[in-house]
């Protein structure tokens, strides 16, 4: 199993719908994760950190963590083409080094 | 705030030859990564810097790959010789203390790398 596992996708949503991006990882990453959106051509922007279980929301973007599933998502309301980009998601060990997944292509459609 | 700095932007080399990258980050930030991303994948570590000592460096070709960090501040990324798989993205990240469970990591713009 992968440290950090997401879909390649394209996960493709039309403009205004939820999207719903996940992520599972194994025992070795069990601290802290990270949302980065990455569109083409740039560097990873941090969007959403979270640490314990549960939600946490941020405008438009709400991370769920569930510890005992392994797994880490992340939800965009009200989608716009804007939101087209690559998601990457990213734990960390034990020694605080992050490890990222391949990443989830989003594409909105207008 | 300024943001992680590099520097150059884009290098296109032949193999063999040698390169190399340079990162200042966020003022205040202990800890420093460099990371390699190669198209479709997600970044990979390379090294951790924690001030000016090196954390984690398990995944850096210690055979063609150095880096340094000489006074805790910025640091360089140095490859010799390159190899055509060496083509990717290098990425400088910062953070304020690596030491700690909310070490939220900003990135540089990256510096594209191309190995012909």
């Known amino acids: 199993q992968k440290e950090v596992e997401q879909n390649s996708g394209p996960l493709s949503v039309p403009e205004g719908a939820i999207a719903s991006l996940n992520c599972t990882y194994s025992?070795?990453?069990?601290?802290?994760f990270f949302w980065y959106r990455q569109y083409s051509g740039k560097s990873p922007e941090l969007i959403m950190s979270?640490?314990?279980?549960g939600d946490k929301e941020d405008g438009r973007f709400t991370a769920q963590l569930n510890k005992a599933s392994q797994y880490v998502s992340l939800l965009i309301r009200d989608s716009q083409p804007s939101d087209s980009a690559t998601y990457l998601c990213a734990g960390s060990s034990g020694t605080y080094k992050y490890i990222f997944g391949t990443g989830t292509r989003l594409k909105v459609l207008a | 705030e300024a943001g992680v700095a590099q520097s150059p932007r884009y290098k296109i080399i032949e193999k063999r030859q040698s390169v190399a990258f340079w990162c200042n980050p966020i003022s205040g930030h202990a800890t420093l990564y460099w990371y390699q991303q190669i198209l479709g994948q997600g970044p990979k570590l390379l090294i951790q810097f924690q001030n000016n000592g090196v954390v984690d460096d398990s995944q850096l070709p210690k055979d063609r790959f150095s880096a340094e960090r000489l006074k805790g501040v910025d640091s360089t990324l140095k490859i010799q010789p390159a190899k055509l798989e060496d083509s990717a993205v290098y990425l400088c990240?910062?953070?304020?203390?690596?030491?700690?469970?909310?070490?939220?990591?900003?990135f540089g713009p990256g510096t594209r790398l191309t190995v012909l």
């Open positions: 025992d070795r990453v069990s601290q802290s």
């Open positions: 990240a910062s953070s304020l203390s690596g030491g700690a469970v909310y070490n939220e990591q900003f």
């Open positions: 979270i640490y314990s279980n």
